[in-house]
Each structure stands twice: as C-alpha cells, then as structure tokens.
C-alpha cells in the first residue's frame, strides 16, 4: 500500500475477521503497547470496514485520546486468478495520541 508508514507491529490490516478484533487490536495498540502511532490499512469491500473499525475505537473508547492525523487513498493493480489484471482501492488511516 502506498504510504510512508511501516508495516510492523503498529499496523492493523483489516480483513474477514470479526468487526471488534479490529476495534480491541487499535486499543491494545495505544494502551498495552503504548504506541504512539497505529495504522489502519484496508484495500476493496473492506475500507468501510476499517472506517467504522477507527471512528468506533476513537468516539467509543479512547475517546479525547487518539486523533486521526492522516488519510491516504489509492489503488493497486494486481492479477486475479484468471490472469486479468485489476484495480482495487486502498485506504491507510494514521491515528495519533492526543498530546
């Protein structure tokens, strides 16, 4: 995915596991782990899933704690399985701790 972030402990790459794995993995992320800066990156059908995983982990629980500090949208082109190529969106949501 395009972006300047790196891809290690502090990025969440949201997919077909449950909705709230997401929301409790973004908290664990800025309570147990501390960090100062989590990612949340998702590509196609799952984008508006990574948006509701954010707002629900900002709005609900760490509420006054953590701030979006950037957005970036994109498209990758790959190969399905039949050899076409395809584009797919991209979105990657950087959150920061209030300081």
């Given amino acids: 995915m395009a ?4 891809e290690n402990d502090n990025t969440i790459f949201i997919g077909e596991k449950p909705f709230m794995n ?3 993995s973004v908290i664990m992320q800025f309570t147990t782990k501390e960090e100062d800066t989590v990612y949340v990156k998702a590509r ?3 984008i508006n899933k990574a948006v509701d995983v954010v707002e629900v982990a900002r709005k609900r629980f760490l ?7 950037n957005i ?3 498209s990758e082109e790959f190969e399905n399985k039949e050899g076409r190529k395809v584009r797919v969106s991209t979105i990657s949501i950087e959150m920061t701790k209030v300081k």
Avoid: H, P, Q, S
């Fill in 3 to 6: 972006g300047k972030a790196k």
């Fill in 22 to 24: 997401y929301v409790t």
């Fill in 44 to 46: 196609g059908k799952f």
């Fill in 63 to 69: 509420e006054d704690k953590i701030e979006i500090k």
């Fill in 72 to 74: 970036e949208i994109d």
